[in-house]
């Protein structure tokens, strides 16, 4: 029931706010004896970096120490703690609206959980945290390459936008930025090669924990699995995938039935809404509840749709390799 | 880690099969001193209920017993068993169809996961398996209601048709039947009077759980909050809900900002795929992978979505109840 | 969190008060395609049945009836349901003592915490819950039984006697009743080529789950592995099991080091409180905080220790099993 | 079912290995707004320190870091994340035994267990692990005093001698090192003021969660509650603690009757075998089974009794927060 603790065997725990000394995550239920390549966990990483065009211009340098739960490169099967400092906080940009409740934000309700007026406390709502999401995703990724599991992502539109070879992500995210405005994303995310069985109905499904994974990531409206939301206006005999001595000949059920993987490729789909900081003045209130006006400053991105690829694939990975893990037990 | 317990304070575990003698609830984590309207649990039972025009007409009487946890009336504290018989029984309807997967079916999964061929096994995948979600999700409603929260649903569209005074679900639904097709819908839930702070960030979110819920409902294919879908291809002055003296004066964030509840109505919409069971001939392969020809039998719903609200709005009840008595602990 | 759920893969539910229509449990995590051997399971709990000499007079005739995930014999992979119904409910011998709390009884602590004054409600803390726990530890106990585990346990004393041939635990209770008094005991309990390896450190260790499964039996008041309360008064030399070619050639640890097991018999002990209920007249106040005196009438056994045993072994087996589906996770 | 996670609503996790760069905890579930005071958890920490008479010469000057959840001194509801540096690392010590199994320690099943031979790496087994316990208990103390709730400790015995004003827990212990042997010890753990109400049955009762707190720190054989293996030998007449209207007039019970607190301190004790380290030469086997002779060179404690008392305090105060704010949910 650790609040900040993902997954039931394979789990990952994160810690740190954006603002504080460092962020970090402790990964357990680590195979032992797993040789881990830690250039793959820092490509990763430099996948969700900000600071590229289009996206925050604050730089994080996002090197990570290794603390515990390896040895001689390898896992002890004991917990993996990595640590990343915050080497750039710029805590004044934030100074000017910090007791104004900013649209979009998690200012207002963290204030009525957690009754904190400063959100430079509620820093854990940051994009920043998500550095040991990624960071556990690696390291999952690392396992399921190993059975053939493989996971990658794509952004499919920015705003109202599809994204083709002439309209990039960054290009359509940047016209945002020029009209002081932020836009949202779709992006779709995808794993091959899962065998056929994950999945622990009924109340711990693989489509329900993908769906857990992938909406519990800031910004995210929506999931959908397979055909998704299209779905609703199918006919049966348009949405069955029927299936051949080859195995399935559609995939409109996203590899997934009953909540269990059926082989074909894991197929899903998040909205994100546009990222809440703009360079706009908005209406809003402080802690005390009168109205106020409120510009937010500071370094934000776009659209995160952008770096939240790597994220999206990271929760995937995890739940992946937790549901590979559950499933040994079944066999007796 | 229970596969078949959902919650985490307020928790119930389903069991039994839809061919086996009866079904049944064990809830736990209930208050103790509560006078609970079994009456209300009946209510809400008999919505769920097949054999209501454009729905299965298998007839389900869904009469429970309590085995356990109620004295005179009020909840003890201790785990409430209802148990509900099986009756009507009709498992030779399957006969003919029982060594080949039915597509859109769970049959193909569970047999690779569970290695059953007959598929009356695997009769957790039914609809059958809700009643005891709609008995917990009752119980909750009632703790939620003398805290002023209410839920309702309603139905959206219909395959491609919208729901009008005049196109009534179960006339949509009837019109796929004639064809000897199913169609899916999409139904919208919604919770009023929710408090603001529930919800337990950064991996037990609101929306998280949410989204684990319902997409964890059977032929449930995509899960929106607030404005959802829609958000992909919004600008941040759309989407940010301004806040006025009077509170939000928006609700694009579906009541949950950062994973927590913002004391605006909880918004969710669910796409529901067609029943998979369709009386046309459809391609499929046996459990030996030989190609082989389905016509599923049997007394099926032609629309899934037709009685899925009540079962949605009982998982959001459970996920709300859960996180009111967590948020009682992150006072001092 | 489920309050009433024990284990974390292999689990199971209880509920049922003793005074209820019935007691039963749900057993969740059970690997499929097992067929399960119901009369070892009517074996273990005719082991125990109150009823026989020295124990309560009560009869429980424990009929089960399996209500959900078998089919043909064999488990699903879905939760199996047993129900056995309380046929001999006498409640009015318990009338004249309703509202006094029983000395070394469970009344004052439920009252404050579930605000019952009518014990009959609290009737959970009852033996008659463990008829659950028997029949999940003889399923457990079949599992074990294939990998060549074994669990059996003895009775070393009945208060301050030693059990030997000629003083049957039996025998050495009935003195106790024949003073109107009842008498504590110490149970043994051995599990037999349990392989090395099993238990999860640092704080799922085997040793820690076992002493919470026997310390949360009721009346059980110590829990000793190995040497156990010795070990505090031994010296290094003494205590340290040396190895050989052939293994360890002592066994002080009880089978386990560092809270994993190491391939000897895993070794425990636990002491049990004498039954609070006894025919004597006792100091005890009521439920307004008023001096009263107390005999408490009804059927009850002079001494736990003499069915104790085999609800020990059930939740050895069941702690045992657990472990070893987890293990399997372990190896990549 | 993160292994190295403690608790279940106030939950620490805690990494490192002895002879890694750092170990720490990062503690979750701690409610807001709370001034916590660091110097006292120093304190706890010195308690906790080897370097003392009669204890390891290891010199650990356990300064910490916080990482995260803090914020001018307040907890901000998120993760704290402490580190300690490990800066007395002398591997080489180790080196002559690392490939013996050396005998009462756990590098024969963390080798069964993790496959690892180097028992470098199976440092969390090591006492330098509890510095994380430490931290969590005496955060958890912190709150706990606010309600009133205190916990103490006391040496009962050293091996089979009595701790005296003369005979000082420290020179008992310095006996054993100068035969260049170990001892076992004895101890007690009170817990003052403990409302009634706490503990969760059937399967989370305060009891059983003790019992696996304490049994879970390295080196205890058995946990007592109350009067504990003596009660085996006692009569219901003696055993069961009388009630006045001033509450119960004696303590046999420990304070928690049918696994719920009764309002009587909470009283429970723990024995400790000898450290098994000891500089005498002992039989045993190398991991390739062959008979080999080991010395265990280092620095060891004699007594691993002398620290343990603030680590089982520790424990005992983080059952007690974790039942208090789940308490919280049992009124409606």
Known sequence: LAFNTFGRIFTFTTWGESHGPAVGVVIDGVPSNFLLDLDFIREELERRRPGKQGTSPRKET??????????????????????????????????????????????????????????????????????????????????LRTKGISIGSKILHIGDQLVTDENSPEKLALQAKHENDSVGGMIEIRAEKVPPGLGEPVYDRLDARIASALMGINAVKSVEIGSGIASASMKGTQHNDPLSSDGFTSNNAGGILGGISNGMPIL??????????????????????????????????????????????AMLACVLLDFFLLNKMRRW
Chains 1, 2, 3, 4 share one sequence.
Not at 288 to 297: D, Y
């Open 62 to 143: 996002d090197l990570f120490e290794v603390l515990s739960g390896l040895h001689e490169g390898k896992t002890l099967g004991t917990p993996i703690c990595f640590v990343v400092k915050n080497k750039d906080r710029k805590s004044g940009d934030y100074d000017t609206v910090s007791h104004i409740y900013r649209p979009g934000h998690a200012d207002f309700t963290w204030h009525r959980k957690f009754h904190h007026v400063d959100h430079r406390g509620g820093g854990r709502s940051s994009a920043r945290e998500t550095v040991g999401r990624v960071i556990a995703g690696a390291v999952a990724k690392l396992f």
């Open 268 to 313: 899903t789909r998040i909205a994100l809404k546009p990222t809440p900081s703009i360079s706009q003045e908005q209406n809003s209130i402080n802690h005390l509840g009168q109205p106020a006006k409120v510009t937010v400053k500071g370094r934000h991105d776009p659209c995160v749709a952008l770096r939240a690829g790597v994220i999206a694939e």
